[in-house]
């Protein structure tokens, strides 16, 4: 039954888009499914991870702890989102910490398993790669045109504003 599930999660994750379903078996194997209740921590601020995560379900704020109990959110993340897909290349530590908002669910891929695969499934490492880095390379689009849109409104450039 659990396999079923992990099956279910890698198909339905932006990981799979080029995946057949022999391969998001093989993929399943690797994850980690991990269910977090209202405020828990996934990761702390300046922890190292290589891991990469999925939302599943819920929310995940990326924030930082300000004095006492207080939390700034930075971002939040919804299922299907990506987390730590930088970390899980580089293993640098978090900028921020990674919240449940509400009870939520991911799945995780740890690098080192997942480098178990280069030599017996060459294609599933390639093509999870390039998902990773479409996602990645969405997010470098859409902060440059947070930063263009920050400079016309800064200038005023534009006649936007």
């Not at 990326?62 to 939040?76: R, Y």
């Not at 970390?87 to 990674?98: I, T």
């Not at 790669?129 to 800064?154: C, D, F, P, T």
Request: some cysteine; aromatic content about 8%; hydrophobic content about 40%.
């Amino acid at each position: 039954m659990q396999d079923k599930i992990k099956f279910d999660l890698v198909k339905a994750s932006a990981l799979a888009r080029e995946l057949n379903d022999a391969e998001c078996e093989t993929l399943s194997r690797l994850i980690t499914i991990h269910d977090l209740k209202d405020g828990e921590v996934l990761l702390r601020e300046g922890q190292s991870d290589s891991n990469l995560y999925v939302v599943v379900s819920g929310e995940v704020a990326v924030s930082k702890q300000d004095e006492g109990d207080k939390w700034t959110i930075l971002h939040a993340l919804v299922p299907g989102d990506f987390v730590g897909e930088l970390s899980f290349m580089d293993n640098e530590p978090r900028f921020a910490a990674l919240r449940a908002v509400g009870t939520t669910r991911v799945f995780s891929l740890n690098r080192e398993k997942f480098e178990t695969l280069v030599d017996s499934h060459p294609r599933i490492v390639y093509k999870v790669m390039r998902a990773i880095m479409r996602v990645v390379h969405s997010i470098q689009r859409r902060l440059s045109m947070n930063l263009v849109e920050l400079q016309n409104y800064i200038y005023k450039v534009h006649g936007k504003y």
